[in-house]
């Protein structure tokens, strides 16, 4: 009987991490190839493509939190407007992210310890300021939910964030 609860536990994280690798991988390919063709979407711009894959990555995290975080109707009410000015914060930092692997990568041959130097420290920046954010935030969120409900939404952020990080990092070649 000691066993159930951790077979249910087990069960839960199985499904967490399947949805959550899923989410992950559809991400990364759209992100990749965003970055690889001009014609992934058939929209006008660039502006636009960006547009429409930052909506499908929210919906679909938006799913995975669903599916996941059992929430009764009035903490579901209270908790979708701080999430997404959560979310909003978190596509600015991710912007800016994803601009510094671009210089990165577009730079690597020629790449100059200034410019190095200058790309780490924006980086370290810019993780200083996501770990700033989730503080800022964890009082919002465990005035709308409990402790323990906010600490697996932080854990859902966390795994789906190292599950881009890991697809980031395979791609993303060490400094000569």
């Not at 109707?73 to 992210?97: C, G, H, I, M």
Request: overall charge neutral.
């Amino acid at each position: 009987m000691a066993r159930f609860p951790r077979l249910i536990s087990e069960n839960v994280n199985h499904s967490l991490e399947v949805n959550m690798k899923k989410a992950a991988l559809v991400a990364f390919m759209v992100l990749l190839g965003l970055s690889l063709s001009p014609l992934v979407l058939f929209a006008q711009t660039q502006a636009d493509e960006e547009e429409v894959v930052k909506s499908l990555l929210q919906t679909g995290k938006k799913a995975i939190v669903v599916d996941n975080m059992g929430f009764t109707e009035s903490e579901s009410k209270a908790f979708w407007p701080v999430y997404d000015e959560f979310q909003q914060l978190k596509q600015k930092l991710n912007e800016r992210t994803i601009k510094v692997l671009t210089e990165y990568i577009d730079g690597y041959e020629t790449l100059t310890n200034e410019q190095a130097e200058a790309l780490l420290k924006e980086y370290v920046a810019i993780e200083k300021e996501r770990a700033d954010l989730k503080s800022v935030f964890l009082p919002k969120f465990t005035k709308i939910l409990p402790a323990k409900k906010v600490a697996r939404y932080y854990q859902i952020e966390n795994k789906l964030e190292a599950m881009v990080r890991y697809e980031f990092a395979k791609e993303v070649p060490l400094v000569k």
